[in-house]
């Protein structure tokens, strides 16, 4: 016989099926895996750091890579061409526009 607490794991399942639909359900599995993914990521990283900094400092052979600063303008077109939005001939409003109009879209989907 079903618990108190079966009960309500299958009732949290059913509302989610209702409120999402059955399409949405594996997209938020994986983003569970995704962000469970990320967290064991970031542990193992400081556990890492933390053994590190008690063996004593890491001598690093060569500098890092400098990173380029992009400007508005360039992450604006950059974003824009990853979202598959011409650019040619707008302004930078009407580009701002246009991506806030297909990430709403891509969000609705």
Known sequence: MLEGWEWLVIGVVAIVIIMWGPAKIPEFA????????????????FTDAATTTANGPTIISSPAPVQTIKTKDEILLETARNLGIATDGKTREQISEEIGLKVNLLAAA
């Not at 994986?30 to 990283?45: P, T």
Request: net charge positive.
């Open 30 to 45: 994986r983003a569970i895996g995704r962000a469970k993914g990320e967290f064991s990521k970031a542990s193992k990283e």
